[in-house]
Each structure stands twice: as structure tokens, then as C-alpha cells.
């Protein structure tokens, strides 16, 4: 019998870990996705944010607001 065998025989492995502890619980799983889709947001949103600033830098300050007129 080889080591993986024997692991699963264990009942050890990283995705049977990982089914226990998150998936075999539904109310679990649904906090840990919807906790999941906030943070992967948050970390998409800053990172863009990030790249964009980092692509434009000096390009848009001279623009002026949106509805308002600039004073001669």
C-alpha cells in the first residue's frame, strides 16, 4: 500500500480537510462564499484602483469637476 493510500485510509488529504471543515455544514458554506465574494471584491477593487492610478498618474488632475465652471 503506497502513502496515498494509506493517507486516505486515514481519512487525511487536503480536500477531504477541507470538505470537513467547510462544506459539510450548509449554513458553513454559504458564510464562507459569501465571505469569500466580499474580500475577493475588496481585493479586485483595490488592485484595479491601484493599477489604474499607477497607469494614469498626472493625467487627470487638471480636470475640473463635472458642473461646475472655472473662475477666470
Do not use: C
Not at 487536503?14 to 465571505?35: P, Q
Request: without cysteine.
Amino acid at each position: 500500500m503506497d502513502s496515498t493510500a494509506a493517507a486516505r485510509g486515514r481519512g487525511g488529504g487536503v480536500w477531504e480537510g477541507l470538505y470537513r471543515l467547510l462544506m459539510r455544514r450548509n449554513s458553513v458554506y454559504v458564510t464562507f462564499v459569501v465571505a469569500g465574494a466580499f474580500v475577493g471584491e475588496r481585493v479586485v477593487d483595490y488592485g484595479v484602483h491601484k493599477l489604474w492610478d499607477y497607469n494614469n498618474a498626472g493625467k487627470y488632475e487638471d480636470i475640473p469637476v463635472l458642473g461646475q465652471r472655472q473662475l477666470e
